[in-house]
């Protein structure tokens, strides 16, 4: 029994597929196919039903598979161990970033953070608030970039910036002859929203609590800011946009922007991590790297945070 066939079981029960898996564990298929029935063969089980789709565990294999979690866990843990007595940021580390806040931030501070510290392998991955605080607990990520704050037991919260909540208008708004509105004014007219699961669609509930809202009428399933961009645009309803998302439309496009009114509301977007976590070299080179980029691109003073919870 090896740490990596373990950690080839973790991947399968994850992603429900050995083909995904060995993509996520950079190895081919038939090698990771070929480790996993090796264990399975030494332990004189089956950890997982292969006929099913997606693949799911055993019975057994559910037993198992926390307690693999665990010494996973632990193992990394003496290399996490070394890499901070040597006040260095090395190894790997892996990364989930929203959604919401990826496409905007990831192209700002990536470049940037990778040629300053080379030596440290970064894996990123996209995943829902949700998906991220299981897999901090799991022990699949290092840290996650979310909106906060949550109410996570166990989870420390370090906040890199507060991002401004901006409204995009449709053509056909009333809201146009305003040059800022409130959260009550938008409120009077429909409004087009991200799917649900994505925070940013709590934070602009949050925003028109003290409003009723008015949906549109039809089905939306999107996680796509530019989808909603686009909709406004055609009349469907207006919008709200978070303040980075804003800096690449085009001109036409911003003219159909408004501030709120002061405070200007705003979700806090923070790294999170398990309290227990010893990559605090990794956390805090994260933590100043995105603070000394983002926070000198964002000129809102006087803000609120919206909150990110489902309400």
């Known amino acids: 029994m090896t740490i990596t066939q373990l950690q080839y079981i973790m991947a399968v029960a994850r992603y ?3 083909t995904t898996a060995a993509e996520k564990c950079y190895v081919t298929q038939p090698t990771l196919s070929m480790q996993v029935q090796k264990l399975e063969e030494e332990l004189g089980v089956q950890i997982f039903d292969r006929s099913r789709k997606p693949i799911s565990l055993t019975p057994i294999g559910e037993k198992l598979i926390s307690q693999v979690g665990r010494v996973i866990n632990e193992s990394t843990r003496i290399k996490d161990i070394v890499d901070e007595q040597k ?3 090395v190894g790997e580390y ?4 929203i959604p919401s806040v990826m496409p905007t931030l990831l192209p700002l501070f990536l470049r940037t953070y990778t040629k300053r510290y080379p030596r440290l392998q970064l894996h990123i991955e996209e995943l829902q608030t949700s998906s991220m605080i299981a897999a901090l607990r799991a022990g699949h990520i290092d840290a996650g970039i979310a909106a906060t704050p949550l109410v996570e037991e166990g989870i420390e919260e370090h906040p890199l910036y507060d991002e401004p909540m901006l409204a995009f208008l449709d053509r056909n708004s009333a809201l146009r002859a305003e040059k800022t509105i409130t959260p009550t004014l938008l409120s009077s ?11 940013f669609r709590n934070n602009v509930l949050s925003l028109c609590s003290e409003a009723s809202v008015k949906e549109q009428k039809f089905g939306l399933s999107t996680g796509n800011f530019q989808t909603l961009v686009e909709l406004s645009k055609e009349g469907f309803g207006n919008t709200v946009l978070p303040y980075l998302n804003t800096l690449t439309l085009p001109e036409a496009d911003r003219e159909m922007l408004r501030d709120f009114t002061t405070p200007t509301p705003s979700r806090q977007i923070s790294l999170i991590h398990m309290q227990d976590s010893l990559r605090h070299k990794v956390n805090e080179s994260l933590i100043t790297t995105i603070r000394g980029i983002i926070r000198a691109m964002i000129v809102y003073e006087n803000t609120r945070i919206t909150s990110p919870l489902e309400v």
């Open 16 to 18: 429900g597929s050995f």
């Open 87 to 89: 006040q260095d940021v």
């Open 94 to 97: 892996r990364l989930g970033i």
């Open 189 to 199: 007219e429909p409004i087009l929203l991200l799917e649900r699961g994505h925070c």
